[in-house]
């Protein structure tokens, strides 16, 4: 996976293999990184 940054209201996809592409509009300034760890934090953390 490539690293970037990403600016300002940048849309990002995300292929799915299992499913349609996900589109993220990121509202500020973050890493991909930061992106990636945000997603992955709301979909496998556990509910409380």
């Not at 499913?19 to 973050?30: A, C, I, Q, T």
């Amino acid at each position: 996976m490539k690293k970037a940054n990403l600016s300002e209201n940048s849309e990002v996809e995300i292929e799915n293999k299992d499913g349609p592409s996900l589109f993220f509009l990121v509202k500020k300034k973050l890493s991909l990184d930061t992106l990636l760890n945000e997603i992955t934090k709301d979909k496998f953390a556990p509910r409380k």
